[in-house]
């Protein structure tokens, strides 16, 4: 409830003052949520990633996936695009913007990489 002071006295307000209305309040809190849930949104693996991966024989287990998420979110927070993630003796390449390992290989396949504007090694 909130007051007016008119002639010295405090006179009760009559309207909508300080009241928020219930659909604004539910965007604010469906925007909230919406943000809340892209923070927690995971990495994902194409499905040439995936091919690649069952022919090089590199399997991920659940640490491994939070390992390389959070290496994701680090390098999303730098502004970083496509990068290059050296994790164990596997080697992947991840579109950040997306949160999509695009492609994996070995260490020891690595050659050359084009087309990336950064890299880390997850430990």
Request: proline share 1%; hydrophobic share 35%.
């Amino acid at each position: 409830m909130s007051f007016k002071i008119q002639n010295g006295q405090i006179i009760p307000s009559q309207g909508n003052y300080g009241k928020v209305e219930k659909g604004a309040k539910g965007d604010f809190e469906r925007l909230y949520l919406e943000s809340l849930q892209k923070t927690k949104e995971t990495v994902k693996l194409s499905a040439h990633a995936q091919d690649r991966m069952d022919k090089r024989q590199i399997t991920l287990n659940d640490e491994d996936m939070v390992k390389i998420n959070d290496a994701v979110n680090t390098l999303e927070k730098k502004g970083a695009r496509e990068s290059l993630l050296l994790y164990k003796d596997a080697a992947f390449i991840a579109s950040i913007r997306n949160k999509t390992i695009i492609t994996a290989m070995r260490n020891e396949e690595i050659e050359t990489i084009t087309n990336i504007d950064s890299a880390v090694q997850i430990k």
